[in-house]
């Protein structure tokens, strides 16, 4: 039986599922490969943040957020200050809620759209590459797209990992298996390549938290013809 990520929590040393009174054998996480406990019971969906920075890069972080929320994701955009963030091609959006009042407790994934000068603006804020770290050091996921993944790689967190991006960031990945594919799935860090691998990008978020039959649902309902 396949149990769906967004139940799990990763553990070092546990294999059960806890129920009210008992816990019964539960089996390694496809996605992960540890054990894993499914708190039963719960309805809790996955949560995701996305961090806008001026200059972003609108059609990942819009298209990001779609898919996500078709899918049934808690998305929350947050800006690095309040008010209004304008996106490289200066269409404005309003985030959620800004980057101080995100705790990453709360929170099972965080995102960073590329874009220019987006992913400049973002590597420059000290508070991002505190929040990465945070997340990464939690066992969370981070995840970056186009530029952005460069953002990772200062923050620490692609360090010898398997990792994609725009093609002219490449060299600014530091000591990565550099791939040329659209997603790339390194433990709990994904990164993906732009504006054009961005509904991709999304739906690879909705298989690793609900699976596989959920983000073929959201492929087939936006008529999507790109091979994910």
């Not at 967004?6 to 546990?14: G, I």
């Not at 806890?18 to 992960?32: D, F, K, N």
């Not at 808690?74 to 800006?79: L, P």
């Not at 692609?158 to 433990?187: C, I, Q, R």
Request: hydrophobic letters at 40%; proline letters at 6%; glycine letters at 10%.
């Amino acid at each position: 039986m396949w149990y769906s990520p967004f139940f799990y929590h990763a553990v070092k040393s546990a294999s059960v599922i806890v129920g009210a009174r008992h816990a019964v054998p539960l089996p390694p996480c496809p996605c992960y490969n540890i054990h894993i406990i499914k708190w039963k019971g719960e309805s809790v969906m996955p949560r995701v943040a996305i961090i806008l920075a001026e200059g972003f890069e609108e059609l990942e972080a819009t298209a990001i957020i779609d898919v996500l929320r078709r899918g049934g994701i808690d998305v929350v955009s947050a800006g690095l200050k309040k008010g209004p963030v304008s996106s490289a091609r200066n269409i404005k959006i309003i985030p959620d809620s800004v980057i101080d009042d995100l705790n990453s407790d709360d929170f099972d994934m965080l995102v960073l759209p590329g874009g220019q000068p987006g992913s400049d603006n973002l590597n420059a804020d000290k508070r991002v590459g505190d929040l990465l770290r945070d997340f990464n050091d939690k066992g969370k996921v981070t995840g970056a797209i186009c530029a952005a993944p460069y953002v990772l790689a200062n923050a620490g967190v692609l360090e010898g990992k398997h990792a994609t991006s725009y093609p002219s960031f490449k060299e600014k990945l530091g000591n990565v298996a550099y791939e040329e594919k659209t997603v790339v799935t390194d433990g709990n860090v994904m990164t993906s390549r732009g504006p054009g691998t961005a509904i991709c990008f999304g739906l690879a978020i909705v298989e690793r938290f609900l699976g596989p039959e959920k983000a073929q649902q959201i492929k087939d309902e936006m008529l999507v013809n790109q091979d994910c």
